[in-house]
């Protein structure tokens, strides 16, 4: 995998009539962001960007914005960013030039002329022109703002500065700061909708483990919240982990009396007549992407495996469902990045796989987390499953959560897996790197069936 990327910047400005060009000899060039691995494409662009027109930016959109642009510039894709606030001298070697004196003969690459002119073109496109997206037009930014420092005013704090941590033309993740604490302004499109109103009904519901929602904006499904002090899981030490497990537990079962609310606003359904419902479905799934294996090793799994694998989640579903649990809130992407921690308990952040069902599919995907980052040594990992599973207690039986306990390793493997395969779609369309993890999924459910084989072969017969 190349752990850099080079985007062209089209940086614009004052209603994109001006562009942001690099004088080579005779001829314009785009100037370049070179993004590493990992980094986000809004940040890294923008920062590059910045230093050299040496104002403020924010990214639009990327490409390649059509086919025909692609053929020849195989390593680079365009990023469309528009500087907004006082507009400052650009470095030696920049400068502004206005977009109706520009030609192809005045760059260096004709196919960079028309991608500023396409760009430029979609960029002032308004939303009732085309389904261009939200964040992908000029001057929404202005709204944005005016918007923001309304709903802060009457707190008692004014706007000092921004910060964009992502963006695309349908989503946009915002710091802002201000002459006190700071706030945080996300809005989302397709397919992420639902968390506008998840994240809305958690702050109604479940305030005391969700961050302030200070107001929303319902034209472009964004809030503003109050930032959450303290740092996140990723940083914490054991003792805040073992804290956030305690603080999780206490979330979700006080999220009990509102699953009817949670689901009506979004949050997805496992409840396990979907889970039983689905296992033929990905056990097909799991048989097509094996077949189209190419590679050795790991050896795929044969049909005689994959029929064994359903059977055991079908054993570990009855299993599950005589329990007679409760559902509740859970969050199939439960990142310790998305956790803030504090004396007083966690704040939990983006719900936007939040589920209803199961809720200790949750604290599996966690403790997944939680060993990577402390090892599997055997009293930390003890100590931080005990957190959260005491938590239960109050309201479960023992022996039911020890039975939970056993099953889960697999069951939430699964649940993982269903949910991943409906919006994926079909599984012959996925790209390879798709199948790839697919087939991942299906040898950890098998492994964790294999498990729970040699667990009730050891069990003492009654």
């Known amino acids: 995998m190349a752990s850099t990327r080079w985007y062209r910047l089209i940086v614009t400005c004052d209603d994109a009539s001006e562009v942001l060009l690099s004088r080579d000899g005779a001829v314009y060039k785009l100037p370049s962001a070179k993004v590493e691995y990992g980094e986000r494409l809004a940040e890294a662009a923008s920062r590059a960007g910045k230093a050299v027109c040496g104002g403020d930016l924010l990214y639009l959109f990327s490409g390649p914005l059509s086919p025909s642009l692609e053929e020849g510039l195989k390593d680079y894709s365009y990023c469309v960013l528009e500087h907004f606030g006082a507009k400052n001298e650009p470095c030696v070697l920049h400068q502004w030039v206005t977009r109706t004196t520009l030609s ?105 483990s969700a961050p302030q929602i200070i107001a929303s904006l319902p034209e472009c499904n964004g809030w503003l919240a109050a930032e959450v002090p303290g740092p996140s899981l990723a940083q914490a030490d054991l003792d805040q982990w073992v804290s956030a497990a305690s603080s999780l537990a206490e979330l979700q079962m006080a999220s009990i009396e509102h699953f009817d609310i949670l689901r009506q606003a979004g949050a997805r359904n496992l409840n396990f007549d979907v889970l039983r419902a689905a296992i033929g479905p990905c056990m097909s799934e799991v048989t097509h992407v094996m077949r189209r294996q190419e590679k050795s090793s790991p050896a795929p799994l044969d049909d005689h495996a994959i029929q064994e694998l359903g059977e055991q989640l079908s054993l570990g579903l009855r299993e599950i469902t005589a329990l007679d649990m409760p559902y509740a809130l859970g969050n199939l992407d439960l990142n310790p990045a998305n956790i803030i921690t504090s004396p007083t308990g966690s704040t939990f952040l983006d719900w936007c796989e939040a589920y209803v069902g199961n809720p200790f599919f949750s604290f599996q995907y966690l403790l997944e987390h939680f060993r990577r980052q402390h090892g599997s040594d055997q009293a930390p990992t003890l100590l931080f499953e005990e957190a959260y599973w005491n938590g239960w207690r109050r309201v ?19 649940a993982y897996t269903v949910a991943l395969s409906s919006t994926q779609g079909n599984s012959s369309a996925r790209p390879d790197s798709q199948q790839a993890y697919f087939r991942s999924l299906a040898r950890r459910m098998k492994l964790e069936t294999d498990r729970l084989v040699v667990g009730r072969s050891l069990c003492p017969v009654s």
Request: aromatic share 12%; hydrophobic share 45%; glycine share 6%.
């Open 104 to 208: 192809a003969e005045c760059f260096e690459n004709s196919r960079d002329y028309e991608a500023v002119i396409e760009a430029l073109h979609s960029a002032r496109q308004t939303l009732s022109d085309s389904d261009i997206g939200w964040f992908a037009r000029l001057g929404w930014w202005k709204q944005i703002s005016r918007w923001i420092a309304e709903a802060i005013r009457p707190l008692g704090y004014q706007v000092t500065g921004t910060r964009q941590l992502n963006g695309g033309p349908r989503f946009v993740l915002l710091r802002v700061a201000t002459d006190g604490p700071a706030f945080w302004f996300k809005a989302v499109g397709e397919p992420n909708i639902k968390e506008f109103l998840i994240t809305q009904a958690l702050a109604d519901s479940l305030p005391a």
């Open 396 to 414: 479960l039986p023992s022996a039911t959560l020890d039975t939970a306990r056993r099953i889960m390793p697999l069951l939430a493997v699964f």
